[in-house]
Nanobody
Framework: QVQLVESGGGLVQAGGSLRLSCAASGRTFSTYAMGWFRQAPGKEREFVAGISWTGRSTTYAAFLKGRFTISRDNAKNTVYLQMNSLKPEDAAVYYC?????????????????WGQGTQVTVSS
């Protein structure tokens, strides 16, 4: 089973960009579909983006409207979330997750391993 560690969060002004990284330990990273979720205070954790084990298939939450891009580098055991045109409502703790499946999945319960999260703060 992989272990996940997120990085790249921080404070950014509205309209700015951040790139989150999620480093996975273990030699089986490429057999997992990966996803990013986020949770704002007082709200439920919500799906942001997912990517298949090959990286060829991706899916995004409808509210993103093309602002975020998920990608992965299986040689580096890392998945990324490029976030552009950030808005104050994007502020949340962002979690990386791994699902023991080859296809993209979007439901919380389909993910098997979670990182500890990284805080993203967007100032207006």
């Amino acid at each position: 089973q992989v272990q996940l560690v997120e990085s790249g969060g921080g404070l950014v002004q509205a309209g700015g960009s951040l790139r989150l990284s999620c480093a996975a330990s273990g030699r089986t990273f490429s057999t997992y579909a990966m996803g990013w979720f986020r949770q704002a205070p007082g709200k439920e954790r919500e799906f942001v983006a997912g990517i298949s084990w090959t990286g060829r298939s991706t899916t995004y939450a409808a509210f993103l409207k093309g602002r975020f891009t998920i990608s992965r580098d299986n040689a580096k055991n890392t998945v990324y979330l490029q976030m552009n045109s950030l808005k104050p409502e994007d502020a949340a703790v962002y979690y990386c997750a791994a699902a023991k499946t080859l296809v993209v999945v979007t439901a919380f319960h389909e993910y098997d391993v979670w990182g500890q999260g990284t805080q993203v703060t967007v100032s207006s």
